[in-house]
């Protein structure tokens, strides 16, 4: 059974860091182009980072650019985002998808969703 599964969210104060992983199982994420976005109440999903299947090149949106990190561990089918100076602003909760072959920051390209991790950054 194919399933994504987010994990590390929570609270944390501006200027402070969180790590989430990805982990998926009935597939293996090193096949796909791995997205991950970010949804905040009110606004539309929009794309934070992506890692390249045919290339590796890793991917951001300039709001992250500088302050998060994706990488890959494929021998523990897992995707992480360390996300460093975190904002009030990256309050949202972060998805991880898988797509193929190559990045896009359109979410219709993904086709193995989890479920979500909530980030909340505030005094």
């Known amino acids: 059974q194919v399933q994504v599964v987010e994990s590390g969210g929570g609270l944390v104060q501006p200027g402070g860091s969180l790590r989430l992983s990805c982990t998926a199982s009935?597939?293996?994420?090193?096949?796909?182009?791995i997205g991950w976005f970010r949804q905040a109440p009110g606004k539309e999903r929009e794309g934070v980072s992506c890692?390249?299947?045919?290339?590796?090149?890793?991917f951001y949106v300039d709001s992250v650019k500088g302050r998060f990190t994706a990488s890959r561990d494929n021998a523990k089918n897992t995707v992480y985002l360390q996300m460093n100076s975190l904002k009030p602003e990256d309050t949202a909760v972060y998805y991880c998808?898988?797509?193929?072959?190559?990045?896009?920051?359109?979410?219709?390209?993904?086709?193995?969703w989890g479920q979500g991790t909530q980030v909340a950054v505030s005094s």
């Open positions: 890692i390249s299947r045919s290339d590796g090149n890793i």
């Open positions: 998808a898988a797509g193929f072959p190559q990045c896009s920051w359109f979410t219709d390209f993904y086709v193995y």
């Open positions: 009935g597939f293996t994420l090193d096949d796909y182009a």
